[in-house]
Every structure is written in structure tokens, then in C-alpha cells.
């Protein structure tokens, strides 16, 4: 749940490993990205909430903002300063804007079928969104 799980926490004097944060698509589950964490190897410190309205996450569904603004409160809480944001699909959307208004806690980005602005769509886009295809 987003802003109530904590990262594990450190041994003192351990090191702490790079920040990646995943963040899933809609529908989906920070535990979508389980299979993926299992292949990165130390020194990594992941985070894969669910976004609010999925799975545990008892808070009511947010906008793109309201996303951005949530996550953006657990990667400070959690003290995780520049992450790896990884975002897929809708996640994407919420990485991309998370990236454009707080630089300061994203290191990196990692996109995975992402939504953009509707202003990049084309005509070919808005076919294959179409509810009959």
C-alpha cells in the first residue's frame, strides 16, 4: 500500500544498493513486477507498492496526479533519494510525470509500454484504443 509499507530495514553499515521503484499499469499489482525483481541481482533496494484502489491498497483510486503525488511522498518517506522509476503502461504515465515535476527524486527511468500525453497520439493509436478492436 502506498505510504504504509516500509522498505526493508538496513543493516547499519551495510550498504544500502541502488533505489528501483515499480510502478504497475491499470489494471495491475506491485506484485506484477515479482518475476522481474527476482532476476536483478544486489545491490538493489526495490520498492513495487500497489497503486491506490488495487490490490492492498486501501486508499481510493487517484488520478495520474494524484498517483504522482502519492508516490512522490513514499519515495521521500522511505529516504530512497534518486530512484529508478520503472513504469509500465499507465504506470509509465505516472513515472513520466513523476519524472517532470520531482527531477530531484527520480535517477532514472525505465518505460514499458507507457501511455504518454494524448496529444502524441495518432489516428493508428486511437484505432487500436477503440473498445470493438
Do not use: C
Not at 29 to 47: H, K, R, T, V, W
Not at 78 to 94: F, K
Request: proline share 11%; charged share 15%.
Amino acid at each position: 500500500m502506498w505510504g504504509t509499507e516500509s522498505a526493508a530495514d538496513p543493516v547499519p553499515g551495510a550498504q544500502r544498493g541502488v533505489p528501483v521503484v515499480f510502478v504497475h499499469g491499470q489494471p495491475g499489482l506491485g506484485s506484477d513486477f515479482d518475476p522481474i525483481a527476482e532476476l536483478l541481482e544486489p545491490p538493489y533496494l526495490m520498492l513495487s507498492p500497489d497503486r491506490p484502489g488495487y490490490g492492498e491498497n486501501e486508499r481510493p483510486p487517484a488520478s495520474m496526479r494524484g498517483n504522482v503525488e502519492i508516490l512522490a511522498a513514499l519515495i521521500e518517506k522511505q529516504d530512497l533519494g534518486r530512484a529508478v522509476v520503472v513504469g509500465h503502461s499507465y504506470g509509465g504515465g505516472i513515472a513520466i510525470l513523476l519524472a517532470a515535476q520531482h527531477p530531484e527524486l527520480v535517477g532514472g527511468l525505465v518505460l514499458a509500454g507507457s501511455v504518454g500525453s494524448g496529444k502524441y497520439l495518432g489516428p493508428v493509436d486511437r484505432l487500436l484504443a477503440a473498445p470493438l478492436v
